[in-house]
């Protein structure tokens, strides 16, 4: 089963908002193709990529207004432009990281531009195609369309403090909301035609280069989102909207304290009930999108922490059992076998893997969790894996690998300055360097090892530090702001990765 889904390859991992480009964020237009064509060059068949729903809290792709619509900000504006949807117009000077609260007023207002300019042409060519999306996509596109244009009815307020009609979802109120917005609907509704349409397009081309697209599912929705205000029925909520309890992970190699996600937790007996039908549409939508997918926190599924609401942190949570196998066996009989990566990490017991090894799912691993005091450290190293496994140097949420090796350890997780000393040696003494550049030594090791799938963040191949961290869990800002420059990926870089590849049959 292995070797027929995930032969041995490798790949990039690298956000679409991380590409260049003159609007301030990455999207998907010429610097996408041009990523693209740097994979196939430096013989990667693997373009790994985070969730590209559309992002709320902190800007984090993991708390998102829809787990079925996409991010309109990666929307490529260019490309309206020869529709006769948009005329040229100068964007205002960004940086080289993402300011999203500039970046978010340019792009939504030129995307309201494209649409309304759309919306007055009902014999434009793209008509009928935009009215088989809208019937084709209205199980879900219905109630975003319509919890996005509340919402900006309710100066961005959270849906459980908007008008307690709308917020219970009152038919009347409903109905009343449709009428009154209805042109805000067919705008959000042409942003996600737009965005679906490119995104084919890019996946199509990948295609065609022999590279596959790996996805992200998170666990778990945000509170804030059309998912939850829809289906509240799914969640434990109280009669207000509220989470009774919330998500998170117990005290962790980030933080102390553990990871209060704060995510509103499923009810997993009524989903059951439904046999699992809004977790099969949702995987059902993310394989339009993606070749695979990385299903995150993996061990939430066989059991999760739950943390009472209004907690100030998660250590006051509790393991409580999930669906287990029970789900993955109502997808795999609605949808086939599954092309799962299965993101292991963390407090993995015996339970976890038992489910994965059910099912076929590769595990991870991480380089930079090898060499330090985690009881588990030893399962990081590449002498301990096994072919049905994906190893990293490092994830989104890691530092980069020259980041991690020069850092104190003080800011980023719970090590101490002794702990990263011993690493160092440790690191040094097993992978057998000195002075080489501990980028491509990490990336050599993975690329050698016998996992089955090895993957680089983008990052570690550019040997950049933390400046370019994507992530620091637990902190609330700062993060998904990173991006790298026209002219970094040159010939000499894919040069590097295609011997590597070559020597080790990738």
Not at 224 to 240: C, G, I, M
Not at 412 to 424: A, G, L, Q
């Amino acid at each position: 089963m292995w070797t027929v889904k995930f032969p041995r390859s490798s790949g990039i991992l690298l956000h679409i908002t991380s590409l260049p480009g003159p609007d301030g964020i990455g999207d998907l237009g010429p610097a996408a193709y041009h990523f693209a064509d740097f994979l196939a060059e430096s013989s990667q068949s693997i373009w790994q990529v985070l969730p590209v729903n559309p992002t709320g809290y902190g800007d984090s792709p993991y708390q998102c207004f829809s787990a079925f619509a996409g991010n309109p900000l990666l929307i490529d504006l260019a490309q309206l432009q020869p529709q006769g949807l948009l005329t040229p117009s100068p964007p205002p000077p960004f940086s080289c990281y993402i300011d999203y609260g500039t970046v978010i007023n340019y792009k939504l207002a030129e995307l309201r531009r494209a649409a309304e300019a759309f919306l007055s042409l009902p014999s434009h060519p793209l008509r009928g195609d935009f009215e088989l999306f809208c019937r084709t996509h209205s199980a879900w596109l219905d109630d975003y369309a319509l919890f996005m244009a509340c919402k900006d009815a309710h100066h961005g307020a959270m849906w459980s403090e908007w008008d307690p009609p709308l917020r219970r979802r009152d038919p009347d109120a409903l109905r009343h909301a449709r009428s009154r917005y209805s042109r805000e609907l067919e705008v959000f509704k042409f942003c996600q035609f737009i965005f679906f349409r490119q995104w084919q397009a890019l996946k199509a081309y990948c295609q065609k280069l022999k590279i596959r697209i790996m996805g992200d599912i998170p666990i778990y929705v945000a509170h804030d989102s059309a998912d939850v205000w829809a289906h509240p029925e799914l969640f434990h909520l109280n009669q207000n909207g509220k989470p009774t309890v919330v998500a998170g992970v117990p005290p962790d190699y980030f933080s102390a304290t553990g990871q209060l996600w704060g995510n509103p937790i499923y009810r997993w007996d009524v989903l059951a009930a439904s046999g699992y039908s809004w977790w099969i549409d949702r995987f059902r939508a993310s394989l339009r999108l993606f070749d695979i997918v990385r299903l995150d926190h993996f061990r939430g599924f066989e059991a999760y922490w739950e943390i009472p609401g209004g907690s100030p942190t998660a250590q006051t949570g509790r393991w409580v059992k999930g669906p287990g196998s029970a789900l993955f066996r109502a997808l795999q009989s609605e949808l086939g076998d599954l092309p799962i990566l299965a993101e292991n990490l963390g407090v993995i017991t015996p339970e976890v893997e038992a489910i994965r090894h059910e099912f076929g799912f590769p595990g991870m691993s991480l380089l930079q969790f090898a060499f330090g005091t985690d009881p588990q450290g030893p399962s990081f190293r590449p002498h301990n894996y096994s072919r049905d496994l994906v190893a990293y140097t490092g994830g989104h949420d890691n530092d980069t690998t020259v980041g991690w090796w020069t850092s104190s350890g003080s800011q980023d997780s719970t090590r101490s300055s002794d702990d990263v000393r011993r690493e160092r040696e440790f690191a040094k003494a097993y992978l057998g360097f000195d002075t080489q550049p501990v980028n491509w030594v990490f990336i050599r090791a993975v690329l050698a090892s016998v996992a089955g799938i090895g993957m680089i963040p983008l990052q570690d191949v550019l040997a950049l530090g933390s400046e370019a961290r994507m992530n620091l869990p637990g902190s609330l800002s700062g993060n998904w702001r990173w991006r790298y420059q026209a002219g970094d990926l040159t010939s000499e870089l894919s040069h590097r990765l295609k011997v590597l590849s070559a020597t080790y049959d990738r």
